[in-house]
């Protein structure tokens, strides 16, 4: 079942445009031009219901004007857009019982406010029966181990805390759909790790479909089994990891250590990344080179050590983004 559903969506601003120096401010304020920028340029996708999904793409690529239209901030220009069967632009409160969001560099929580205040709040919002709140205040303190700093102010907890506060706080009103923009931004690589078990465990026990927006490759690796990459306005690539893996990894990374120093830069197909002394880093691509080529160049004997790996997905990414 489609929970999110995008045909051709389209969206323009025009911008302002301004000239130089004090003539060139007084000229945009009384005479300005504009310039129109396509953000969005018919792109069409759909998301199921209790998937976890990677939306990405480099800045200015149109991520944050989708995610506006699909929660209803934004009205299309152009194309439909359908989240949970409901149209954002002309049924946005009712829309905004049925999802949720959590954005990494905004907050939503009451600063001066404890965590058990905030959520009697937000509940108080979505209209939930003060003991249905309780109820779900005592099953997210579970979930999310807040036990010890659910009578803290926000202002007084660690970021990690907060961010935990934050997701815990967009389920009080158990949305269909949590959108995360940046959810693990400023956290250290131990909470980042936290953070992601309690999204997989949200999606797990919740059947929470989650729409994901992240610069951070580890987030996309971790958690997503699919993958929209945007770029420019529009939509390069739509595909599973396992196959975005599989079609790109296409290079292997060599690293080697030798009993005898090899010249390997006149080699097609394998490109040196780095050397010092006996040791060499390689790039070998697949579609030029096996990895059985490789060996025939290097005499067994002289191997010391050996590691092979893939291309980091962050450098396929980046790849991906050029590309579109």
């Not at 009384?30 to 199921?48: C, I, L, M, N, T």
């Not at 209790?50 to 220009?77: C, H, Q, R, W």
Request: hydrophobic fraction near 40%; proline fraction near 4%.
């Amino acid at each position: 079942m489609a929970v999110i559903e995008v045909k051709n969506l389209g969206k323009n601003f025009n911008v302002k445009l301004k000239e130089k120096g004090f003539m060139g401010s007084m000229k945009s304020v009384f005479q300005p031009s504009y310039k129109r920028v396509e953000a969005v340029k018919g792109v069409s996708f759909e998301v199921q219901e209790g998937e976890v999904i990677a939306f990405i793409g480099p800045n200015g690529a149109g991520k944050s004007t989708t995610i506006k239209m699909l929660t209803g901030i934004l009205y299309p220009d152009g194309g439909n857009v359908k989240v949970l069967g409901i149209d954002p632009t002309r049924q946005r409160k009712k829309l905004a019982y049925e999802i949720g969001t959590v954005f990494g560099q905004k907050e939503q929580l009451w600063m001066h406010l404890t965590p058990y205040d905030n959520f009697k709040f937000f509940g108080a919002i979505y209209d939930i029966p003060a003991e249905e709140v309780e109820k779900r205040i005592s099953e997210l303190n579970d979930i999310f181990e807040l036990q010890d700093i659910m009578n803290t102010p926000v202002r007084n907890l660690s970021l990690g805390q907060r961010i935990r506060c934050e997701i815990a706080a967009s389920l009080i009103h158990r949305p269909k759909i949590l959108f995360l923009d940046e959810p693990t931004i400023g956290l250290d690589p131990v909470v980042k790790d936290n953070i992601r078990k309690l999204i997989k465990k949200m999606n797990k026990e919740y059947k929470t479909t989650i729409f994901l927006t992240s610069h951070d490759v580890s987030d996309i690796e971790k958690l997503c089994k699919r993958v929209i990459i945007v770029n420019k306005g529009t939509l390069v690539l739509d595909d599973t990891m396992e196959n975005l893996k599989y079609h790109y990894l296409n290079k292997k990374i060599v690293e080697l250590k030798l009993a005898q120093k090899i010249d390997f830069s006149n080699v097609d197909g394998i490109k040196v990344l780095k050397q010092k002394d006996k040791s060499i880093k390689l790039e070998v691509d697949l579609k030029k080179k096996s990895l059985s080529d490789v060996w025939k160049l290097i005499n067994p004997d002289d191997i010391i050590d050996v590691n092979i790996s893939n291309t980091p997905l962050e450098e396929i990414i980046s790849d991906i983004y050029k590309g579109g």
